[in-house]
C-alpha cells in the first residue's frame, strides 16, 4: 500500500470513516495532548469508536490529581458522539485497569470489553486489545513499569519545554521523546518482540490481524501474513488507527509525520526491494488542514 496525503481545509464538514482506534491518550496527566485530540474528534466522524486502552492514567491521578478543562472537554465529547449514535466500544488497558472489573458491561451508551473482535468492510477479523498482558515488565514486575513510568513522565516534561522552544522560534510540533525511544536499541528490539507476540496471538486466535496500542509506536505491518496495527499515542505521535468506508486501514498522525520516520520507512522501502526477501506491507496517511496548531510533513526538525 502506497502512503497517502490526505488534506482537510478549516470549516469544510467532518470527514467520514467507518472506525478510527486510538489509545494511550493518559488523560490526568501533563503530557497528555487533549488539545490536540478534541481538535481530532471535531473534525472527524465515525461509525465505530475504539478506545483501546490508557485512556484515564489511574496510575498517575493516584499519586496527584491534574484534572484541566481540556481533558473533561475530551471526555464530554466521546460521550456526546455515543449520545448521537456513535458505536463507542473502550477496552481498559493497564493504566486504566480499574474499569476491568466492569468489562461487559455499558456505561451509558459505552460498551467495556476485555477484547474485542472488529470485522471490516472488507470482510477481515482483528483481535482489539491494548496489550500490555504481553509485556513482561508490566505482568511480572508492575513496580519497574511505575519506575519506567515516572522517568518516562520526566522525559514527556522535557518534550514539552522543547516544543515550547521550537514554537517560539516557528518550528512545527515534534516529539523529542518519541525520537529518542525510535533511536535506542534496547527499546527498538523491545518494539520488534511486542509486535511478533501479538501477531503470533492473532495468527493463534485465526483472525486477519491485530490492533493494539499501549508501547506508544505507531505501525501497520504484515508479520508472516498477519497485519499487525498499533493506532499510537496522544502523547508523542498523536496519531489514530483508521478503517475507511472501503475497509482500508491507515494510520493519521494528527500534527504531522515525523520526518525520522518517513526517512525510516523509505530506507526500508528501498532494503525490502533489493531484496528476495518479502517487505512489510506498511500504510501510513497524512491528515492535515491549514490551521495554526497543525503542520506539514515538511516541518522544520
Not at 523529542?176 to 536499541?185: G, H, I, R
Amino acid at each position: 500500500m502506497e502512503n497517502v496525503t490526505a488534506d482537510m481545509d478549516a470549516g469544510v464538514n467532518p470527514r467520514k470513516f467507518k472506525s478510527i482506534f486510538i489509545s494511550d491518550i493518559h488523560l490526568g496527566t501533563a503530557g497528555c495532548k487533549a488539545d490536540y485530540l478534541l481538535d481530532f474528534l471535531k473534525e472527524t466522524e465515525s461509525d465505530n469508536l475504539f478506545l483501546v486502552g490508557d485512556i484515564i492514567d489511574g496510575w498517575r491521578l493516584r499519586r496527584s490529581w491534574y484534572w484541566p478543562q481540556a481533558h473533561n472537554d475530551v471526555v464530554q465529547k466521546v460521550l456526546r458522539k455515543a449520545r448521537k449514535g456513535t458505536n463507542v466500544i473502550f477496552i481498559p488497558g493497564n493504566h486504566d485497569a480499574f474499569i476491568r472489573p466492569y468489562v461487559e458491561h455499558d456505561f451509558g451508551d459505552i460498551q467495556v470489553h476485555d477484547e474485542f473482535v472488529h470485522e471490516t468492510v472488507d470482510g477481515k477479523k482483528f483481535l482489539v486489545i491494548h496489550g500490555d498482558e504481553f509485556d513482561v515488565v508490566v505482568k511480572y514486575a508492575k513496580w519497574l513499569a511505575v519506575l519506567g513510568d515516572g522517568a518516562y513522565s520526566v522525559a514527556l516534561k522535557i518534550n514539552d519545554y522543547f516544543n515550547w522552544v521550537r514554537t517560539k522560534f516557528g518550528y512545527g510540533y515534534w516529539s523529542l521523546s518519541a525520537y529518542l525511544k525510535f533511536k535506542v536499541k534496547n527499546a527498538v528490539q523491545f518494539i520488534a518482540d511486542f509486535e511478533t507476540a501479538l501477531a503470533e496471538v492473532a495468527k493463534k486466535r485465526e483472525v486477519d490481524g491485530i490492533i493494539c496500542g499501549h508501547i506508544h509506536h505507531p505501525e501497520i505491518r504484515d508479520i508472516d501474513g498477519t497485519l499487525y496495527c498499533n493506532d499510537g499515542d496522544w502523547v508523542e505521535s498523536c496519531s489514530a488507527l483508521v478503517e475507511h468506508l472501503d475497509g482500508r486501514l491507515e494510520i493519521i498522525y494528527w500534527m504531522g509525520q515525523p520526518s525520522y520516520l518517513a526517512k525510516s520507512k523509505e530506507a526500508e522501502k528501498c532494503d525490502s526491494s533489493s531484496s528476495p526477501t518479502r517487505g512489510s506491507r506498511k500504510s501510513m496517511a497524512l491528515l492535515e488542514r491549514i490551521n495554526p496548531l497543525k503542520r506539514t510533513s515538511n516541518a522544520k526538525v
